[in-house]
């Protein structure tokens, strides 16, 4: 079945660590995108990326990393930069010019 | 800029009520536009989108939506709740068309009562 996985579902950091998050896709999707959800706030854009080898900010990449050495990954490093990094994060991709995202199921990143 | 505005963070109707969430969006160019539902901690998964064409726009579990330009809404409509229907539903607005990045508002949350 074609679609975009995460993993972990679940993941504890402790304050000062990077943590990273993984993403892929077997959509054959050119663009991927990773955004942080937090209670009554939306999803806010974190990086995106539609080409291999290239990304772009979003509105809030402040201690956050990502790469695209392969089309179908897009893994997230969460640094310790980040104040406060505890929220669910979701990665999406999509063709390009289409509009439409598809959305993986999310991981639950909790510092402590 | 472009923005969304969903109006009410929470909603709660009877089971068999209808359902109305409302969505106004700003946009300087034709718009793209996105239903998303969330059920607790899970992705976003497509209800429904208009993109050009018919205003009125179906979508799956029964949930349709009406892009009307001279309101600048897309409001979220179903006629009869059903339980499973309670979720959070997020209405995006995609920057320049089919060009660029979508715009979420901040989410309703859906309950509904037996």
């Known amino acids: ?112 | 800029a472009q923005s969304v505005t969903q109006l009410g963070s929470h909603v709660s109707v009877s089971e068999g009520a209808l359902v109305l969430l409302r969505c106004n969006y700003s946009s300087s160019v034709p718009p793209y536009l996105f239903w998303y539902v969330q059920y607790p901690n899970q992705g976003l998964q497509l209800l429904l989108k208009y993109t050009t064409g018919a205003t009125l726009v179906k979508g799956i579990n029964g949930f349709e939506a009406e892009f009307k330009k001279s309101e600048t809404s897309f409001h979220l409509t179903k006629p009869s709740a059903h339980m499973s229907d309670a979720a959070e539903y997020f209405c995006a607005v995609s920057e320049g068309g089919s060009q660029g990045n979508l715009i979420f508002g901040k989410g309703t949350k859906l309950s509904v009562k037996p």
Not at chain 1, 16 to 36: F, I, K, P
Not at chain 1, 47 to 58: A, E, L, P, R
């Open chain 1, 1 to 112: 079945d074609g679609g975009i996985t995460q993993s972990p579902k679940y993941l504890f950091r402790k304050e000062g660590q990077n943590v990273t998050l993984s993403c892929e896709q077997n959509l054959n999707h050119d663009a991927m995108y990773w955004y942080r959800q937090d209670p009554g706030q939306g999803l806010r854009l974190i990086y995106y990326s539609q080409i291999v080898n290239d990304f772009q900010k979003g509105d809030i990449a402040e201690g956050y990393s990502v790469s695209r050495e392969k089309k179908e990954s897009f893994p997230l490093t969460v640094t310790s930069a980040q104040k406060n990094p505890t929220a669910f994060y979701l990665c999406a991709s999509s063709i390009l010019l289409s509009g439409e995202q598809f959305f993986g199921p999310g991981t639950r990143l909790t510092v402590l």
